[in-house]
């Protein structure tokens, strides 16, 4: 092994390989880059929802919510995703990357397929969505750019599996992988049914485009589609779960409750969690009822016990680990006096509580078929997906991302006292909009409609109940909030990069930056009585709790959409 191409960390004995390392710095501020554009998107989205500002024409908005969820939904987290790939590999495994000038294809050509989507829909002949719904079509270059985008992100997933055989063949590291490069592993396989399925739906619909093909199936492309679509969003879960993990370990030493249990939850996650796109679906003609039925009753729920057994053994081995360093009395003191100040702390447990709390509970509520019903197709869905993507994956990529700076980038962090409120801001802001738009679809305020007033639709009646303006107005206003929150991470991020000291290869930072663990001595008679991490047992207690009762007031709901005598 050369070792003049590598260095080793001196902070956390990391070995890092140049030519990984370069590539993992050009994803990283890629996905920064497509955050910030996204964001501004989604302010303009959120005002223009804001029935007392409505802030765009009809034309303008469709065309900015297109953009709004392929910049941030798809191109911010892919290109993160592709550089915690790197990392987890090369890095965690202290191996080379397989085949870097591969590597570099895939990243041109994310780039260029990126560029060219932005492009092509702010020409304003593409402004069909994320979803981008067949029959409704947009230019030839729209569906281009993202099959080169997906292409790029597959050939990034095969060098991350090519990088794992050559750890494994020149054992860099024993016994397995670690827990963090097992939860990548994860992301990655599912990654690879996702782009397959993209390619299997945009390339013919490319070519209808083109007027190569007469005719796309609408039901059949939705369902082809989904498999991209939700899938992407699976990814995601893998991913900023590994990462939990990983944060857990950095600032705590702390190693999970049972390793076993957290593989096999991520196992879960590859056998189940794609059934979770049908959620989509339930309304569609063209699937069976028994099929939704025992997707949505049965197997969904083996991929939503995954996700809990998660939600349990993160903040438990966060808490058996304070425990063991003495902070062992009552409930919450080992909570209390956790880091609040340090953004990747707090950053990680906003996420590990939003995405918990918002994002899982309106997740099985909204994938139950009878439910669903009541739901689908209103604001509801994106209330939702802003809990588990924002909320969940990228309030997690922002707090590793404040850990990583100094770690890959070598630059201390500017605006310290900034960057220790930005997690607040941004999750608290998000939380308000999750919230807000969950509450307005639940009185019924469709999902993609430019005017709830219809003032555009010449004969149309239909008036809200009062409560869907008041919805969306502080659904604005937390827009507001979140995008200020976002805009503070992207300008700490690259104030760092730019004006952030330097520190030289083999200089430590100021700031310790990773945990001594808790020797397994320490780690005895923890706990109250036989219950090792009450404070956990709580947490999830309060959680079936919360879940049970939003559930069944959904039920309720549902009954009172028809009346039986």
Known sequence: MNNTLFRVCPDTGLKFHRPAETLMKANAVAAVVFLLVGGFYALLVGLTRWQAVHLLAADQFYMVLTLHGLNVLIFWILFFEIALLYFCSSTLLGCRLAAPRFAWVGFALMLIGAVMNNVIVLQGNSSVMMTSYAPMGAHPVFYLSLILFAVGALIGCFVFFGTLVIAKDEKTYEGSVSLVTFGA????IIAVFTIISGAIILIPTLLWSLDLIAHIDALMYRLIWWGFGHSSQQINVSAHI?????????MFGAKPLSEKVSRMAFLMYILFLQLASV?????DPGLSSEFKMFNTSYAMYLAVMASMVHGLTVPGSIEAAQRAKGLNNGLFEWLRKAPWGNPTFSGMFISLVGFGFLGGISGVVMGTEQI????????YVPGHFHAT?????TLAFMALTYWLVPILFRRELVMKKLASWQPYLFGGGMAGVALFLMGAGTVGVPRRHWDISFSDAAGAVYEF???ANTMLALNGVFVILAVAGGAAFCVI??????????LGEDEKSPVPLIAEPPADADYEGIGSGTITVPGTLVFALVFFASFAIYYFVNWKYLGETWGIS
């Open 279 to 283: 959620h989509h679906l339930l309304v």
């Open 389 to 393: 993507v924002v909320i969940g994956t």
């Open 372 to 379: 669903n019903i009541l739901l689908h197709n209103t604001l």
């Open 493 to 502: 991020v690259v104030a760092s990069l730019l004006f952030g000291k330097k």
């Open 185 to 188: 592993i994860t992301a990655a």
């Open 465 to 467: 109940p009062g409560a």
């Open 242 to 250: 590994a990462i939990w993990y990983a944060i857990a370990a950095i």
